[in-house]
């Protein structure tokens, strides 16, 4: 279980619950299937899967969980059909145009027929407490699915004082400079061959670039006329591999592969999940505050 892309946020006060304590609070929200008329739902539900007893995986102090989520899947075509479908039909026999607010109706009455029958879509999102360094660690592609399972979380728990880091000067302007002088990069970080480019005012224009030399011109003059780096490919001392956003969110981290196969636990799925959180979580403690050491973040407090 590595962690590919992940959404980090600092505790404002030390979590102070154990693993056990943490796992009864999840309990009273456990996942299960969606009803029958209904649309979605959430919960949370064993890391391990199937091979899970707990709602909690603990690790070195560290605390996994996981968040599963079910959508029923409704093409919008299908309904749009229907609604067409209907409406056509009380247009001819009615001779009258379908007021928006009949049309509302029909969408819905359409919306609670289709659901029984609707295919379910199932996603699960990973995240883990680092209680020692006040870290709540979310692997996630967006920041819509990281928001999903702290608004869950907090109405698990009841609270939960979780804020994204702080910072005196802004990613984009940071990683812009690095981008004109990489000799200001501290801490083994290194630029790699990717970056995105955003012009700063009411118009905005991108530039995206891959595989090609940042420090070249072309590149210096995207800067110099004024664009930002919006997201920035870097390495980490050869051991980790990453895409740094402006809202300090890391993607498509690509771990050192001598640090992936450290372990092998021989087919148990178990042991191998376990090894893997302990290598990776060991890995992150020393990698993210390089970062925001180097990005000159300020903690929130």
């Known amino acids: 279980m590595f962690f590919k892309n992940i959404h980090l946020y600092n505790f404002e006060e030390s979590f102070k619950m154990t693993g056990l304590e943490l796992h009864e609070a999840l309990k009273k929200r456990k996942a299960r299937s969606c009803g029958m008329m209904e649309q979605a739902c959430e919960g949370w539900t064993e890391p391990l899967g199937l091979d899970g007893h707990t709602l909690v995986h603990e690790t070195n102090g560290k605390l996994m969980f996981c968040l599963r989520r079910e959508d029923k899947v409704l093409p919008a075509s299908i309904i749009r059909e229907r609604m067409g479908e209907k ?133 210096q003059a995207h800067v110099n006329a004024g664009k930002r780096v919006y997201r920035l490919a870097m390495n980490w001392q050869d051991r980790l591999s990453f895409v740094l956003h402006h809202d300090l969110s890391i993607h498509r981290i690509r771990y050192n592969t001598e640090l992936i196969e450290g372990f092998d636990a021989g087919g148990d799925e178990v042991a191998q999940f376990d090894a893997d959180f302990s290598i990776m979580s060991a890995e992150l403690a020393e990698f993210i505050p390089a970062l925001l050491d180097s990005l000159s973040m300020e903690e929130s407090s």
Not at 91 to 120: N, T, Y
Request: glycine share 4%; charged share 25%.
């Open 87 to 219: 409406v056509f039909q009380i247009e001819q026999e009615q001779g009258r145009p379908v007021s928006r607010k009949e049309k509302m109706d029909i969408k819905e009455h359409i919306l609670q027929e289709l659901l029984p029958k609707a295919f379910v879509k199932a996603s699960h999102t990973f995240a883990y407490i680092d209680p020692k360094n006040s870290w709540l660690i979310i692997n996630a592609a967006s920041a819509k699915k990281a928001e999903e399972l702290i608004m869950l979380l907090r109405k698990t728990l009841g609270t939960l004082n979780v804020v994204l880091p702080q910072s005196a000067m802004s990613p984009e302007v940071m990683m812009t400079k690095w981008l004109v002088n990489h000799q200001n990069i501290s801490n083994g970080f290194d630029i790699e061959d990717e970056v995105e480019l955003r012009s700063v005012g009411e118009q905005t224009s991108v530039i995206r670039c891959k595989h090609v030399d940042l420090s070249s011109e072309e590149i």
